[in-house]
């Protein structure tokens, strides 16, 4: 019987049905192209055990000049920073600190629910406040209880709060009845800046009606504790700069440690005319100046606090400090035209592409006296999120509401063979979560997003632009940070980070759910019908080969039209030379799938696909 070999092409194309797909890959999960070879994606563990607070949209990594390596983390509710790989100390900037004795507090027996009254507070549910200075209520509500951070768990009016009584170690504590006073002494309250949305809110801000939308451009009430929060961050020498979207501008300085917090930048000793609010914080590349898009303005000697959402600021170069425009330094402000609003920045060589919503422009040092020149480089070519753009070797890629593009001193579209997968089932009102990555070890490009019926990210979508090829998969990961500064990629789901690309386990655990399919293949031609009998396997194992395990699972049909049924499902080992089956079909699908049901068999295996070959002979008419 004669041998069929079977090298299908590389990549996944979804753009035709199943059937004129033939001779290529229609369906994957959790698999990458190397090479051209398809195999399973590598595995990742926790970077540590510690957790931190609310979703993590942002990571950025930097060296000190004695080689201390940070990681900053933005989330919804916090900024942390690690330090060598530990654990992750809060550097949330504090919004007020009040005066002794503004703040009291009243207990109710039998209850673990404090009232807390300050006024004018500005809180919102969710905030964080630490308090010094308490007296103990009288009774199990005592000093300790009180002199510590609390989280906000309610907001009763402008003037009243909410939290919940606990000890030093967390737990809840009730009151009693010798809990009657109000707990003043030298009280001091610090509250931290105002924690925001974790789901895009699209009637509100620069979402009302038009950003969360297909046009986008209001810029009605926006607040940064309204809106889905995101941070920027750039390290400015040792130093970091950070910027909640549509908030405030702050700066945590290296040299006084991580127990120090970050502050307004606005607030530093010497700031002149630094903006209080922006849209992003980056720092150009060679000439180091601090940018800031969609800055207020400048209104008399002081900047307006309110965004304009297509003005850039810039500070004097290397100095962060200075914004104010003067003959003796590079300080300046422009303002982009085309378009209503600024959607993101990101740095590319020897520039910076800023995107609005309807137009791409090229940034450049061009020295006194302007310091800073704009072009225009194309309409129409938008960014899905301020954090959808990314660098890798060919140039800038990007997402945006319905394709993909590549910028490398012109803009192009990509070609993509799973458009339609994608873009068919997106959920476009939480599209500001899109976020691309790079994993430089395989060649790839990605963008995490959520699909039409969720509102968080599961899904991704991958392009090795060493082969121009398209992958997709189910995952969660809601920020990355390729290797580099931190030897693995790093990426954050459920309050974790995890290290990429170790082994090929799911955090200790066998990974589920890996699989890649084929399109319809004509083993049969017009009114013939074919017999397969035997599969001649070519997988290699890339670790723990000896335990290692991959399932064919043969499916046939006879017309386009009919829905695949399974033949067959065979396990392959890396001793297997053959396994013998009967399939009777015009059309077939070959699929190959490592549940890791049996863990026994499958831990921490990886797997490749090489040439994969059919002995199918003629089996006449039905």
């Keep these: 019987m004669p041998l069929a070999k079977f090298v299908l092409k590389p990549g996944v194309d979804r753009e035709g049905t199943s059937y004129d797909s033939e001779g290529g890959w229609f369906d994957s999960n959790l698999i990458r192209f190397n090479r051209g070879r398809p195999q399973k994606i590598g595995g990742w563990r926790k970077d540590n055990e510690n957790t931190f607070l609310g979703t993590c949209r942002a990571l950025h990594g930097w060296v000190d000049l004695d080689g201390s390596k940070y990681l900053g983390l933005g989330t919804t509710n916090k900024y942390y920073l690690e330090e060598g790989g530990s654990t992750f100390t809060d550097i949330t900037p504090i919004r007020v600190t009040t005066g002794n004795n503004e703040i009291s507090f009243a207990a109710t027996n039998g209850s673990s629910t404090l009232t807390v009254t300050d006024t ?32 906000i768990i309610g907001i009763t009016s402008v003037n009243v709060y909410t939290i919940t009584a606990k000890d ?17 002494g030298t009280v001091v309250g610090a509250y931290q800046i105002n924690v925001g949305l974790d789901v895009y809110v699209s009637s509100t801000g620069f979402g009302a009606g038009t950003w969360g939308a297909s046009t986008w451009g209001s810029t009605s009430a926006l607040s940064s504790n309204n809106q889905l929060r995101l941070w920027s961050h750039d390290h400015f020498g040792e130093d970091l700069v950070m910027n909640v979207r549509g908030g405030g501008v702050y700066y945590w300085d290296e040299s006084s440690g991580t127990s120090s917090r970050a502050v307004a930048l606005s607030d530093i000793s010497g700031a002149n005319l630094v903006p209080t609010v922006g849209l992003q914080t980056l720092v150009s590349e060679k000439d180091r100046h601090l ?25 004097d170069q290397e100095n962060a400090l200075d914004f104010e425009t003067v003959t003796t330094n590079t300080a300046g402000s422009l303002r982009l035209s085309e378009g209503s609003i600024i959607v993101g920045g990101h740095k590319a060589r020897q520039e910076i592409l800023i995107w609005t919503d309807t137009a791409l422009y090229s940034m450049q040092f061009i020295g006194p006296p302007y310091t800073f020149g704009v072009n225009l480089l194309n309409k129409g070519s938008g960014l899905a999120a301020p954090n959808a753009a990314i660098n890798a070797a060919p140039g800038t890629f990007w997402m945006s509401s319905d394709n993909f593009y590549v910028y490398n001193g012109s803009v192009q579209t990509l070609p993509c063979t799973v458009h339609s997968y994608v873009f068919d089932d997106i959920n476009l009102g939480q599209i500001h979560k899109i976020f691309a990555f790079s994993t430089a070890q395989f060649d790839e490009v990605g963008w995490f997003y959520c699909s039409s019926d969720s509102t968080e990210i599961d899904r991704y979508v991958c392009y090795d632009y060493a082969d121009s090829v398209w992958t997709y998969g189910s995952l969660s990961r809601t920020a990355w940070l390729d290797q580099g500064i931190v030897n693995y990629p790093r990426g954050t ?47 290699r194992f890339l670790s723990n080969s000896e335990s290692g395990q991959v399932n064919f699972v043969l499916k046939t049909k006879d017309f386009p039209g009919d829905s695949l049924t399974t033949s067959s499902t065979n396990a392959l080992t890396s001793t297997t030379q053959k396994k013998d089956m009967r399939a009777r079909a015009r059309q077939a699908v070959i699929r190959f799938e490592s549940d890791d049901d049996d863990t026994s068999a499958n831990d921490d295996v990886g797997w490749r696909l090489g040439a994969t070959r059919l002995e199918i002979k003629s089996d006449g008419r039905r």
Excluded at 502 to 529: A, H, K, R
Aim: proline share 3%; charged share 15%; net charge negative.
């Design 168 to 184: 030093t170690s967390g737990d809840t504590v009730t009151a009693n009845a010798s809990d009657s006073g109000d707990g003043q």
């Design 291 to 315: 940018i800031v898009l969609g800055a207020d303005p400048i209104s008399g000697s002081t900047r307006s606090g309110a965004i304009d959402p297509m003005l850039i600021a810039f500070s």
């Design 120 to 151: 004018a507070h500005g809180a919102v549910t969710g905030d964080f406040v630490t308090y010094s200075g308490c007296a103990s209520l009288g009774g199990l509500v005592t000093a300790a209880v009180l002199n510590q951070e609390y989280e």
């Design 493 to 539: 789901a459920s309050n974790y980070l995890y290290q990429h690309e170790f082994g090929y386990n799911d955090d200790g655990s066998p990974m589920t759910n890996v699989y890649i399919e084929s399109s319809d293949l004509d083993i049969g031609d017009g009114e013939q019908f074919a017999f397969i009998s035997k599969i001649i396997p070519d997988v």
